[in-house]
């Protein structure tokens, strides 16, 4: 008889493809935009309206968040940045400590972070984290009701002034939580019409 069960084997879906899954829900016209703030240009993922759309694989933050982010802050955009970490929870990296409010509001841990995500909180006022924490269904996220996101709204490092602390903790919202609500956000909708 045996007792332990192989772990099952999880594959995100490519870069590529994950990239233009997101890009897709916006006209042509709002993806890769280029935004140039004294003589500096970063491109916008996607550009709607007041926001600046930022994508990136993992929660792996390089000290151009930093610059990217004031750039666009700059040019008198709201940064959003959508991270795909599904692949940290599912190898037990990112770890759902508590559920409250009936899913509404999750805390976290993340083990051996490998930047100071806790210092976005302080320095980044105008800056919003989205974290994916499901894949998106094969057939995209057009009409995707599965609650793949959630929002950042507090971290803490244990230690505050080094690039790579022993432990991060955060707490995230469900809202907004799929990619229609994504899609109504920046294109100007309160979040606050997203919660039940």
Excluded at 12 to 20: D, G, I, K, T
Excluded at 33 to 38: A, C, F, I, K, S
Excluded at 73 to 83: P, S
Aim: one cysteine or more.
């Amino acid at each position: 008889m045996c007792f332990f069960r192989k772990k099952q084997s999880f594959t995100q879906s490519p870069h590529e493809v994950w990239l233009s899954q997101w890009q897709s829900l916006f006209p042509p016209e709002c993806r890769n935009v280029p935004v140039t703030v004294d003589g500096v240009t970063y491109e916008a993922y996607v550009l709607v309206g007041h926001n600046a759309l930022m994508l990136q694989d993992g929660l792996l933050m390089e000290a151009a968040f930093f610059d990217v982010c004031e750039l666009f802050q700059k040019a008198g955009y709201h940064v959003i940045w959508l991270m795909r970490c599904t692949q940290d929870v599912r190898n037990g990296y990112l770890v759902r400590r508590r559920v409250e409010n009936g899913g509404k509001r999750m805390q976290w841990l993340w083990k051996r972070p490998t930047t100071n995500f806790g210092r976005w909180s302080s320095d980044q006022k105008h800056t919003s984290i989205l974290l994916q924490i499901e894949e998106l269904p094969e057939e995209g996220p057009h009409n995707c009701e599965k609650k793949v996101l959630q929002r950042v709204i507090w971290a803490e490092s244990s230690d505050a002034e080094s690039m790579v602390p022993k432990r991060t903790t955060f707490t995230t919202v469900n809202v907004p939580d799929t990619p229609p609500e994504l899609v109504r956000w920046l294109n100007g909708e309160s979040l606050s019409s997203f919660q039940n």
